[in-house]
């Protein structure tokens, strides 16, 4: 499988999960085919320069995906995902992930669980596990910083964007999910506990899978 046989199949796969959408009216159905034909479109587009960028950096072993069976049901369950998400962090997970299933040592079982938590999770839950993965590789967070505290605190300082109405739910997902293994962070902790690794075994193997590692 060379790279334009890839980016066919990426065409092929969003037009098939595009025509099994049930339209029916008049209007439903002119509204349907605009979106077809605008925001899908652009959906596609955007996936296929996503996995174009990834692929090319594997240039040397393009020729010997094409047996790889996880890479092309990744690529297939990967596109079908693509098309349900507007958000370029999403689509850019979920094209590290196709690409990363070309020299990893993943079965077929554990690969469809992490392509759905990535279809289930919101930006702001991949955030959260990548900072408890090791929240003193960030600048200005270390065990010095603070004296006691939420690990809560460092994690907001880094990203202040976070729906802080939100972040309780989304922990929770990732608790439960078995992403990290501390079931609540409402409570206060020394500095060391505050910047201290949480991530699962499991939240670790999705991260790598999930993540360029090219970057």
Known sequence: MNKNVALDTVEIVAKTALSVIPVGGALVAAVYDAVKGNCLAKRQEEWKRALEERLSAVEET??????????????????????????????????????????????EERLIVFLDLIDKYTVSHIKIINF????????????????????????????????????????????????????????????????????????????????DKNS
């Open 62 to 107: 393009l020729e010997n995906i094409g047996n790889n069976e996880l890479f092309t049901t990744a690529l297939i369950k990967g596109t079908e995902l693509a098309m349900r998400t507007a958000r370029g962090e999403k689509l850019s997970y979920l094209a590290n992930a196709v690409v990363n299933t070309i020299d990893q040592d993943l079965d």
């Open 132 to 211: 408890f993965y090791d929240p003193t590789r960030f600048e200005g967070i270390s065990s010095s910083s603070y004296i006691m505290g939420s690990p809560t605190t460092p994690l907001f300082s880094v990203h202040p964007e976070l729906d802080n109405d939100l972040f309780n739910k989304i922990y929770k997902d990732l608790y439960i999910d078995g992403m990290v293994n501390t079931e609540s962070l409402n409570c206060t902790m020394t500095s060391s506990g505050m910047v201290v690794k949480r991530t699962t075994k499991l939240g670790d193997q999705f991260l790598t899978f999930i993540l």
